[in-house]
T-cell receptor, first 113, second 114 residues
């Protein structure tokens, strides 16, 4: 069974703080890892992708990948109230000659003004 | 441009109705996906199309019938649905259905079965 695990939260941080979101996955062979943001009633929006071990930074967002530990994280610096949303970790799993993109249950982030 | 367009945005249908959801992308992507999302749950994969061929069916009931008429279009035909099928139906596309490409979602169709 291919699984992606996240803490459901809510994770509550004050405005301006760093929010740290974590994700683990079950398949050691997975190659592609994504973070999506989903506001209530809206569709998921891709915010970060990461494919190799280490850190990847894009503006206030940093994705971190550790394949040996099967662990992905997302850091949001200088958190803003507008960052309040559910953050979905997604991982690709190979199935025969095709791939599935499987989502974790999501972590709800609340940024307090 | 990372736009995936879904129509309609909202749909109410009776249990004996037949309806279709439509998804369109013009990014040249060759993989397209249907997901179902219930309230406060993550998106759940239903179907994957790769190069217009069905490559993954996640044991979805036959009352949901996907169709990929060409590389830009993806349909989901609905027939004899149950109230528990009410959900947000999301279409996504990616450059190819390999393990290394990003998937972009449409805005979804909110389906209510009465």
């Amino acid at each position: 069974q291919k699984e992606v695990e996240q803490n459901s939260g809510p994770l509550s941080v004050p405005e301006g703080a760093i929010a740290s979101l974590n994700c683990t996955y079950s398949d050691r062979g997975s190659q592609s890892f994504f973070w999506y943001r989903q506001y209530s009633g809206k569709s998921p929006e891709l915010i970060m992708s990461i494919y190799s071990n280490g850190d990847k930074e894009d503006g206030r967002f940093t994705a971190q990948l550790n394949k040996a530990s099967q662990y992905v994280s997302l850091l949001i610096r200088d958190s803003q109230p507008s960052d309040s949303a559910t953050y979905l970790c997604a991982v690709t799993f190979r199935v025969d000659s095709s791939y599935k993109l499987i989502f974790g249950s999501g972590t709800r982030l609340l940024v307090r003004p | 441009d990372t736009e995936v367009t879904q129509t309609p945005k909202h749909l109410v249908m009776g249990m004996t109705n037949k309806k279709s959801l439509k998804c369109e992308q013009h990014m040249g992507h060759r993989a397209m996906y249907w997901y179902k999302q219930k309230a406060k749950k993550p998106p759940e994969l239903m179907f994957v199309y790769s190069y217009e061929k069905l490559s993954i069916n996640e044991s979805v009931p036959s009352r949901f019938s996907p169709e990929c008429p060409n590389s830009s279009l993806l349909n989901l035909h609905l027939h004899a649905l149950q109230p528990e099928d009410s959900a947000l139906y999301l279409c996504a596309s990616s450059r190819v259905a390999t393990g290394v490409t990003e998937a972009f979602f449409g805005q979804g169709t909110r389906l209510t079965v009465v």
